[in-house]
Nanobody, 124 residues
Framework: QVQLVESGGGLVQTGGSLRLSCAASGRTFSNYAVGWFRQAPGKEREFVALISGFGRNTYYINSVKGRFTISRDNAKNTVYLQMNSLKPEDTAVYYC?????????????????WGQGTQVTVSS
């Protein structure tokens, strides 16, 4: 079992920044790829970014490329999502999830463990 806890969400103005954290406990953290997903009211859960177990590979949805950066510190069992130049359309609940598969995936159905989510609200 892996337990995930997100933090760092909040209210920010357009153009502002936030850093989300995903703290993990349980099994060897480097065995898991970690993805960030988001879900806005009335919309499906959407892939945002993912990072491989040792951080060598990262992927982003096109709309956040150049603005968001995913990173991890396995010594601290934590994955981060640095979000800069935030836009109102980034408003959503952000979730981190862990996947033990060796094949990296953007499909939320592939992820085994999920956090409870943290709200990000960007005001215009």
């Amino acid at each position: 079992q892996v337990q995930l806890v997100e933090s760092g969400g909040g209210l920010v103005q357009t153009g502002g920044s936030l850093r989300l954290s995903c703290a993990a406990s349980g099994r060897t953290f480097s065995n898991y790829a970690v993805g960030w997903f988001r879900q806005a009211p009335g919309k499906e859960r959407e892939f945002v970014a993912l990072i491989s177990g040792f951080g060598r590979n990262t992927y982003y949805i096109n709309s956040v490329k150049g603005r968001f950066t995913i990173s991890r510190d396995n010594a601290k069992n934590t994955v981060y999502l640095q979000m800069n130049s935030l836009k109102p359309e980034d408003t959503a609940v952000y979730y981190c999830a862990a996947d033990s598969s060796v094949v990296l995936s953007r499909d939320p159905l592939r992820y085994d463990y999920w956090g409870q989510g943290t709200q990000v609200t960007v005001s215009s």
